[in-house]
């Protein structure tokens, strides 16, 4: 494809009018002949000091950030330098990948984008759509695929390219705060946004809450276009943000909350491994009977049932009644099995101070007698919500077990050091294999275990070296 074809308008330059490019890397290890290499920098390191390996591996032009460029070095390629490469980046590989899924949806917020994604995938299912949901747990129609919340520019183009040749015309995408921030799902012409709820997290990378929000709501005030559909749940949003979402966009808004909203929730039910739930629509009342647990796992099954209606074909009447036939998400709040007493083991992914304290309370509801939880926190992130997750937990469970989880190249001691800063009456135990089991030996009849953190995660990184481990598999071995 002609290099001038991909890019935007202030860079088209006609020296390279006659310059095909064959594809797109951002790794030059992986470059192949006449490829552009799109010399991003990281966390630690500059793309720059790649430059060389990408021309010696066949690349035929470079774009790199105008702050970047050396006019002192001069490259046998040509050069294309931009103000802002991420979003720059984001146009060229939606132009090269051009074919796109008719509908696609981006939901974002803290804590639920996984099990919405899942949601939305199976509704659509339920009305014989062909439709993928890609973001933690990969790419639901493509396995094998980047498990990144929210893939790179190049690889989600190129994903929903396939897709679309597949024929796959409805997709479903968790929008990261670090992939709004930077610009991986720009200009993919997206039908839908939904924002399920904002509390702390990653502020190793963003400073702020404000920075925070800003990075999510760039979903709704740039990327999704004036006639996109805006999914809010305004129980879970402070007004402040809220406001901000809502005062800037002509949108057509679906709210979803306790008090007055067009999807309004008049009362749950908690049932045996189920939930009865009453909803107000249309002014309308119905009722459903949703086989999940956890009042923040009926918030976002709402969020995915409002937001399939981007998909005009399908009402929002006709999408509700497809939740009392959902199944649950891998590692939300997901039952794994009982030890000999009949007490109840859990696996959930909370890994903030509101998710942990949400699925706490929730978990309350479910035990008669000891909750207990065993977890820890990732290291290399948001030092600040160790204490916090701390004190949640030792006002909400009843027998607390800090453990080890990811602790990448931090200490694992100090981690936990952090986190009993908070729970002070905790055990700890830096083996998570021991943790587990010895949580499990003490349960007795009436009592839930609830191991947090992991969720579906499948290894542990440690000295930043990748092992297996899966909280699902180690219950599951326990308990045999």
Same mark, same amino acid.
């Given at each position: ?47 720059? &000091? ?97 498990? @990144? ?19 796959? &015309? ?98 749950? &039910? ?21 086989? @999940? ?54 696996? &959930? ?10 699925? %706490? ?11 207990? @939880? ?104 326990? %308990?045999?």
């Amino acid at each position: 494809m002609k290099l001038n074809n991909l890019l935007s308008t202030k860079y088209i330059n006609t020296a390279l009018s006659e310059l095909d490019v064959s594809g797109l890397s951002l790794d030059s290890r992986q470059i192949k002949k006449n490829n552009l290499f799109i010399a991003l920098d990281g966390h630690t390191e500059s793309g720059i &000091d790649y430059i060389r390996q990408a021309i010696d591996g066949g690349a035929n032009a470079l774009l790199l950030s105008n702050e970047n460029i050396n006019e002192n070095i001069k490259y046998p390629i040509p050069v294309i330098g931009v103000d802002n490469i991420r979003l720059e980046l984001s146009h060229i590989a939606s132009r090269f990948y051009r074919n796109k899924p008719n509908t696609i949806v981006a939901v974002t917020g803290t804590n639920g984008k996984t099990s919405v994604v899942n949601f939305i995938d199976q509704i659509w299912k339920k009305f014989s759509r062909k439709s993928a949901s890609i973001g933690t747990l990969g790419n639901s129609f493509l396995p094998g695929h980047s498990n @990144l919340t929210t893939p790179d520019s190049i690889s989600l183009n190129a994903q929903l390219n396939l897709l679309k040749n597949l024929e796959v &015309d409805n997709v479903a995408i968790e929008a990261s705060s670090h992939g709004l921030d930077q610009y991986r799902i720009d200009n993919i012409n997206i039908s839908a946004a939904a924002f399920t709820n904002i509390s702390r997290d990653h502020l190793d990378y963003h400073k702020t809450m404000e920075a925070y929000f800003r990075a999510k709501a760039r979903l709704f005030t740039e990327i999704l276009p004036r006639d996109g559909l805006v999914i809010l749940c305004i129980d879970t949003i402070e007004k402040k943000y809220l406001k901000q979402i809502m005062n800037k966009n002509k949108h057509n808004i679906i709210t979803i909350g306790r008090s007055e909203s067009d999807l309004q929730i008049l009362q749950i &039910d908690n049932l045996w491994r189920r939930t009865a739930l009453r909803l107000r629509v249309n002014k309308e009342e119905i009722d459903l009977n949703i086989p @999940l647990i956890g009042e923040f796992q009926i918030y976002n099954a709402l969020v995915a049932a409002a937001t399939v209606t981007a998909d005009r074909e399908i009402g929002i009447i006709e999408s509700l009644k497809t939740l009392e036939t959902l199944e649950g998400v891998k590692g939300r709040l997901e039952f794994i099995g009982s030890n000999k007493y009949d007490a109840g083991i859990y696996v &959930d992914y909370a890994h903030t101070p509101e998710a942990l304290e949400s699925v %706490l309370r929730e978990m309350r509801k479910y035990t008669i007698k000891k909750l207990y @939880l065993v977890f820890g926190a990732g290291g290399n992130r948001d030092v600040g919500k160790r204490y916090a997750m701390g004190k949640v937990a030792a006002n909400l469970s009843d027998v607390t077990i800090v453990t080890d989880d990811n602790p990448r190249n931090e200490d694992p001691l100090k981690i936990r050091l952090d986190i009993l800063m908070g729970a002070k009456n905790a055990i700890e135990i830096g083996s998570r294999y021991e943790a587990i089991k010895t949580a499990i030996e003490q349960l007795e009849d009436g009592d839930n275990l609830l191991v947090c953190g992991k969720g579906h995660e499948e290894t542990m990184i440690v000295n930043n070296k990748v092992y297996p481990f899966s909280d699902h598999s180690t219950i599951l071995s326990i %308990l045999s």
